[in-house]
């Protein structure tokens, strides 16, 4: 503290845990007898309080809220589910038959599908993407935190798309002035079926004619700005959300039952499983490579 030492005793050890904060400059000491401190716990009490009740509106709302219900499979459907070039798990198949009877349901679904990286998110996201497309003429918006994995994702649904008429876009930094507003004009036109982007599809600009499926791919990454943008694009449309290491509000919110889980647990059979060794120093076990 700014005015002396409060010093613990070790085997209260426990009841500290190391202070974090945003921004560069270090943190400000507070005094023992001051009311500083005490009133910033009261202040983030309430903060967190008004987060909470926020939440709790935003799933009574869509509990209440009639969804759009989509049809069954169509012929186009199981072609693309046949086309898929491996072998989908047990864990898989169930986490899109979950999806699949959310979206044929009358209320809007919120899903979370967990599994570690590798194990076949993607393809269940791909799945549901193509039935909001294909069955529901639906727009989709799937949102990344990073530019690289906006990459991949565009990459990986043009390849699967590509024998059906579906148009997909991009919006990320890599994409010029003018390329992003074509974007943003096909979107609001309807021109544009699904679009792959980072934060910037949370932009003011960003408007779509029938916006029916929002997928987000590791939402942990996203700031508090962004999420509370997802937040309110969250009130009007069907949620898919894919991670391999869930917040802790995430993961209590699926477990308490506000949000509907699948877990994909088991991996591709052509994944190795990582083996984990705990040895001393050995300079024959590890390996350098001199690049000078």
């Known amino acids: 503290y700014e005015d002396g030492l409060l010093r613990v005793p070790a085997d209260s050890v426990d009841t500290l845990s ?11 000491l507070h005094k023992m007898t001051g009311k500083v401190w005490k009133n910033t716990k009261q202040k983030i009490r309430k903060s967190i309080k008004k987060l909470a ?9 869509r509990a209440k809220k009639e969804g759009f219900t989509y049809p069954p499979d169509t012929i186009w459907q199981e072609e693309l589910e046949d086309s898929f070039p491996y072998q989908p798990t047990p864990d898989q198949l169930k986490a899109v038959q979950d999806v699949k009877l959310d979206l044929e349901s009358d209320r809007p679904m919120d899903r979370l599908v967990c599994g570690d990286v ?16 294909t069955s ?16 991949q994702h565009y990459h990986t649904l043009k390849e699967r798309f590509a024998p059906y008429p ?18 943003v004009q096909r979107l609001a036109t309807g021109e544009l079926d699904i ?3 980072t934060h910037q599809l949370l932009g003011k600009s960003v408007k779509f004619q029938d916006l029916g499926l929002l997928v987000i791919d590791e939402e942990q ?42 877990l994909i647990t088991t991996p591709p059979p052509s994944r190795r499983p990582i ?7 050995n300079s024959d076990v590890v390996g350098y490579h001199n690049s000078s």
């Open 53 to 61: 009740v926020d939440l709790l509106n935003l799933y009574a709302k």
């Open 136 to 151: 529901g003429h639906k727009q989709v918006a799937l949102l990344a935190p990073t530019t690289i994995l906006t990459q």
């Open 275 to 281: 083996k984990t060794h705990l040895s001393s120093y």
């Open 18 to 28: 190391r202070y974090r904060q945003t921004g560069n400059r270090p943190p400000e």
């Open 118 to 133: 590798g194990f076949g998110k993607t393809e269940v996201a791909v799945r549901a993407i193509f039935k909001a497309v």
């Open 221 to 262: 990454r996203f700031g508090v700005n962004q999420k509370e943008k997802i937040k309110a694009l969250k009130t009007e449309v069907d949620v898919l959300t894919l991670t391999a290491t869930p917040i802790p509000r995430t993961l209590y919110m699926s477990l308490s039952g506000i949000r509907e889980i699948s």
């Open 195 to 197: 679009v792959v982007g």
């Open 166 to 183: 579906i148009n997909i876009g991009l919006l990320n930094r890599f994409r010029t002035t003018s390329e992003k507003k074509d974007i």
